[in-house]
């Protein structure tokens, strides 16, 4: 089973930039496509950005042009570029992992405060 690690979250002024980092453990190989939620506090998760293992990118509307998906196939891992942050985009912001085998798995989250 592999399993993706956030790490990279933390406060920001708006208008500042973060980078999150989702590392997955095991192998990369098996891995169908790797997506971004965000959780806001009182709301439902929603979907940010997604990567699949060909490279094909997709973009929430509310974060396009801001946020850039990119990944090291080295390291087993994608990075969120997030740019021109809002302070409508604090959440706690997920990494989940498809397999090839159709099984998904989550990461544990990691905050994202941007104040005005």
């Known amino acids: 089973q592999v399993q993706p690690v956030e790490s990279g979250g933390g406060l920001v002024q708006a208008g500042g930039s973060l980078r999150l980092s989702c590392a997955a453990s095991?192998?990369?190989?098996?891995?169908?496509?790797m997506a971004w939620y965000r959780q806001a506090p009182g709301k439902q998760r929603k979907l940010v950005a997604t990567i699949t293992s060909g490279g094909s990118t997709n973009y929430a509307d509310s974060v396009k042009g801001r946020f850039t998906l990119s990944r090291d196939g080295v390291k087993n891992t994608v990075y969120l570029e997030m740019n021109s942050l809002k302070p409508d985009d604090t959440a706690v912001y997920y990494c989940?992992?498809?397999?090839?085998?159709?099984?998904?798995?989550w990461g544990q989250g990691t905050q994202v405060t941007v104040s005005s």
């Open positions: 095991g192998s990369f190989c098996s891995i169908l496509a």
């Open positions: 989940r992992l498809t397999q090839r085998s159709g099984s998904i798995s």
